[in-house]
């Protein structure tokens, strides 16, 4: 079945995704390692067959229930940032949506932690995840805004739904001297903010203009 995906069609080719790499540079993606991994992880798979086609362009596509996969220069960006402060053993994501950031961010980090609150996206992301044989990613089926204080502190956190303001028991979840990058504001007004813990400092730093899923409150 895998094989199949990988092998059967053209749109894996490695000048489609050498094109998108090259993009991502153009756009000012410098760190080597978050490039090689947006090669070698098969976009193709974290979305449905029929927009396969469409998967190594640079843009945000439909997963269905009214989400988007993100467009890769923003995972790439997001990663890169994160990975500024030295190696990552934990990592949590809110909003696993495919599950292409949670993989994209496990090459590159100890274990993703994955939070969700639609459990149909959090079902085929696990098996996503079984077939392409990633066996450091953690997912639970829950609304995101409490984080999972279980597996905490951690040295990233990633959000991927944007909430009007940071959530509280995120910043208490960020261990001393991590990273947290979350988009925050309104539909339409949201800025891409990367924070930064210093002991009992959160040092906040607008990075650029984004448009995300807002994050809901509440289960499912
Ligand atoms: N990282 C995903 C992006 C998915 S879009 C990817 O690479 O495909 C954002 C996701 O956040 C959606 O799946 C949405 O259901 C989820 N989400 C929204 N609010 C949430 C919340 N409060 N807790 C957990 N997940 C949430």
Redesign the pocket.
């Known amino acids: 079945m895998v094989n199949r995906h990988i092998h059967g069609i053209g749109m894996t080719s490695q000048r489609t995704r050498s094109r998108l790499v090259e993009r991502l540079r153009q756009e000012g993606i410098h760190n080597e390692a978050v490039l090689a991994v947006v090669r070698d992880v098969p976009r193709h798979l974290?979305v449905d067959e029929a927009l396969a086609s469409r998967a190594y362009e640079d843009t945000a596509l439909p997963?269905g229930?009214g989400?988007?996969?993100?467009q890769p220069y923003i995972?790439a960006r997001m990663t890169e940032v994160l990975l500024e402060s030295g190696p990552l053993d934990k990592v949590l994501?809110?909003?696993?949506?495919?599950?292409?950031?949670?993989a994209v961010m496990a090459a590159l980090a100890g274990t993703v932690f994955s939070?969700?609150?639609?459990k149909p996206?959090l079902d085929q992301a696990r098996q996503r995840f079984r077939e392409l044989g990633f066996k450091n990613i953690r997912l639970k089926l829950?609304?995101?805004?409490p984080g999972w204080p279980a597996n905490g502190p951690y040295d990233a956190i990633i959000a991927?739904?944007a909430p009007e303001k940071v959530p509280a028991d995120l910043l208490v979840q960020l261990a001393d001297g991590g990273r947290m990058v979350i988009p925050i504001g309104p539909q339409g007004r949201q800025m891409l903010t990367l924070i930064q813990r210093n002991g009992d400092e959160f040092l906040q730093q607008p990075l650029e203009a984004v448009s995300?899923?807002p994050?809901?409150?509440g289960g499912r």
């Open positions: 974290f997963i229930h989400q988007t996969i993100s995972v994501e809110i909003g696993t949506g495919s599950g292409y950031q949670a939070v969700e609150r639609i996206l829950d609304d995101g805004h991927t739904a995300f899923v994050m809901i409150y």
